[in-house]
């Protein structure tokens, strides 16, 4: 009796923590820059590399820079991470405003005047593995953008 309550105990220890260990996620942190300093408005798109059809290899992953222009990647729910394996990084600029608000519509344009020319350099790849991962994305400057008038 007292054996068979110990395996039971073992097991429900156990084998929760050996699920975590062929994790499927990678904690992914990122420090967005632009000419040495960092950026704070657009997104960032994690694409699994994989065959024809776009989602074929796994759920994209997607972010947001904070005023320090670091961002963590979520792919299910907030913060939970990225699927192991390579990826396709994208940048996605801010874009002219598209509002009446003046105060909104100022704020905006700032941002988009900043960095809507902004652009990671072509196929960028990063290898996403389990645990976390740091990574820093250095933007160039990209095609003309469309002029805004104020």
Known sequence: MLRARMATLIALVCVPLLAGCGSKMGDVRVKLMYKGQPVTAGSVL???EGGGDEFEAGKP???????????RLSTYSKDDGVLVGRHIVTYNAPQPPNTVNPEVRERLLKMYQKYGRCTLPAKHIVEVKPGRNDVTLELIEGAAKPVVKD
């Open 46 to 48: 994690f694409q699994p």
């Open 61 to 71: 992953a997607a972010g947001a820079p904070d005023e320090n222009g670091e961002l």
